[in-house]
């Protein structure tokens, strides 16, 4: 079943909390609406699966003000994930272009109106949908990594660079046969028929961040 992708509001004064959540509501967004960084940041740890979504976030918050939730955010990996807009007083806006720096998608000044947020909320949304379908691929290709054991990593990492089996088996030690048995099970883990589309795989993994090391040095 698809999780609907939600937008995560956080804004400590109650009556501009209600009336956005009315608001994007109206507009036929799923809204889960929070007082406090903190009260956010215990939602997104308690989710399972992992959020999925947009998060709007008020720049003066007391006692976390938006700038730190949005840290907190990034702390969890979800700034590759989860696309993060600011709502921000005209005071606010160094703070806001500087979140934007790292990482944040984008700020609406207050007072805004809806022909501002509107089509703000529904880009970071089409964007998040980009965001998801990557690091699920991410998490495929981490998890396939993961499932091979140090000595195929590192048969995996030398068969890419092009050595033979009797180099490979030399360089760890072990006999050729140790070597092919280790192949096979590359192969199989990985899903791929050749060194060809093992050189592909890593390239991928590479793409997506993986540490590729053997974990056997």
């Keep these: 079943m698809t999780t609907q992708p939600t937008i995560y ?3 400590d004064d109650d009556g501009v909390r209600g009336a956005l959540s009315f608001l994007l509501r109206q507009h ?3 809204v889960s609406a929070h007082a406090s960084g903190r009260e956010l940041l215990a939602a997104v740890d308690a989710a399972t699966p992992r959020v999925r979504g947009v998060f709007v976030l008020d720049m003066r918050m007391e006692p976390m003000p938006g700038q730190q939730v949005h840290e907190q955010l ?3 990996g979800l700034e590759k994930r989860n696309p993060v807009i600011f709502l921000s007083g005209h005071g606010d806006i ?3 272009v500087s979140a934007m720096a790292k990482g944040a998608l984008n700020f609406v000044e207050k007072p805004y109106t809806d022909d501002t947020l509107v089509p703000l909320i529904r880009h970071a949304l089409q964007l998040e949908e980009v965001w ?3 690091a699920q691929r991410g998490d495929f290709l981490r998890s396939m990594w993961d499932s091979l054991a140090p000595q ?8 890419a660079s092009g050595k033979p089996n009797k180099v ?3 360089q760890m030690n072990i006999v050729e046969r140790t070597v092919e048995e280790h192949w096979v099970k590359v192969r199989e883990k990985l899903g791929i028929d050749s060194v060809a589309q093992l050189a592909t795989t890593l390239s991928d993994m590479r793409a997506n ?5 053997s974990g056997d040095e």
């Design 209 to 213: 961040d993986i540490d590729l090391s």
């Design 74 to 76: 990034r702390s969890r």
């Design 152 to 159: 195929q990593r590192r048969v995996a990492l030398l068969k």
């Design 9 to 11: 509001l956080c804004d």
């Design 168 to 170: 490979i088996a030399s």
């Design 132 to 134: 998801h379908r990557r």
């Design 28 to 30: 036929g967004f799923k």
């Design 94 to 96: 160094p703070a806001a």
